[in-house]
């Protein structure tokens, strides 16, 4: 038997809470709070970070109940005027800002994908290494997914183009616009976060 992905557990799983009148209920019965103790996935206030230099992205979502909710998102939106120790700086101070207002407890970041260019490479890993700091500081538990992963468990496959993880991402919390694509890939990262945290 074919094992099924946790996207594919997880809307299983969403699709039996429903009521009869076809809405979520705000409360789960306690019949079913033995099932919902199996879920592998993470039961926590997520910040999830796209991690770059000029453009990282960061989204907070509360997974501790059903449906998880969008707490909030934000770009780090940095020109090409300031100097790269400058971009770390405020990379580090918008995650701590973001963590501390929606009282994170876990964050997810992506991994660090191969790239030809070296300073492309060494611009990620100074971004992530600014978030990661803060994170450390904070005792926030870190956990990191390859993007491939990140897709798959968001929009099934790990191909799919940012624009559809944003569509996902958008159906997911019921936002009435899809997210600026930063944002969307990090919500995507707590999301996977949220999904498949086996720790």
């Given at each position: 038997?074919?094992?099924?992905s946790?996207?594919?557990?997880?809307?299983?799983?969403?699709?039996?809470?429903?009521?009869?009148?076809?809405?979520?209920p705000?409360?789960?019965?306690?019949?079913?709070?033995?099932?919902?103790?199996?879920?592998?996935?993470?039961?926590?206030?997520?910040?999830?970070?796209?991690?770059?230099?000029?453009?990282?992205?960061?989204?907070?979502?509360?997974?501790?109940?059903?449906?998880?909710?969008?707490?909030?998102?934000?770009?780090?939106?940095?020109?090409?005027?300031?100097?790269?120790?400058?971009?770390l700086?405020?990379?580090?101070?918008?995650?701590?800002?973001?963590?501390?207002?929606?009282?994170?407890?876990?964050?997810?970041?992506?991994?660090?994908?191969?790239?030809?260019?070296?300073?492309?490479?060494?611009?990620?890993?100074?971004?992530r290494g600014?978030?990661?700091?803060?994170?450390?500081?904070?005792?926030?538990?870190?956990?990191?997914y390859?993007?491939?992963?990140?897709k798959?468990?968001?929009?099934?496959?790990g191909?799919?183009?940012?624009?559809q993880?944003?569509q996902m991402?958008?159906?997911?919390?019921?936002?009435k616009?899809?997210?600026?694509?930063d944002e969307?890939?990090?919500?995507a990262?707590a999301?996977?976060?949220?999904?498949t945290?086996?720790?």
């Open positions: 038997m074919a094992r099924k946790a996207r594919a557990l997880w809307t299983a799983h969403l699709a039996s809470a429903k009521s009869s009148n076809g809405r979520t705000a409360t789960t019965p306690k019949k079913k709070l033995a099932s919902l103790s199996q879920f592998r996935g993470s039961r926590a206030v997520i910040i999830g970070i796209d991690p770059s230099l000029r453009g990282t992205g960061l989204a907070v979502i509360d997974a501790r109940r059903e449906p998880p909710q969008l707490l909030g998102s934000l770009t780090v939106k940095i020109g090409p005027s300031p100097k790269a120790f400058v971009c700086g405020m990379i580090a101070e918008a995650v701590e800002k973001m963590a501390k207002q929606h009282g994170a407890t876990e964050a997810a970041i992506e991994e660090t994908i191969y790239v030809q260019n070296f300073r492309t490479a060494q611009a990620m890993g100074a971004s600014a978030a990661l700091s803060v994170l450390a500081r904070l005792g926030l538990s870190v956990h990191e390859a993007p491939k992963r990140i798959m468990s968001v929009a099934g496959h191909s799919a183009a940012k624009e993880v944003g991402v958008k159906s997911v919390f019921c936002l616009q899809v997210l600026p694509l969307s890939d990090a919500a990262v999301l996977c976060h949220h999904y945290k086996r720790d």
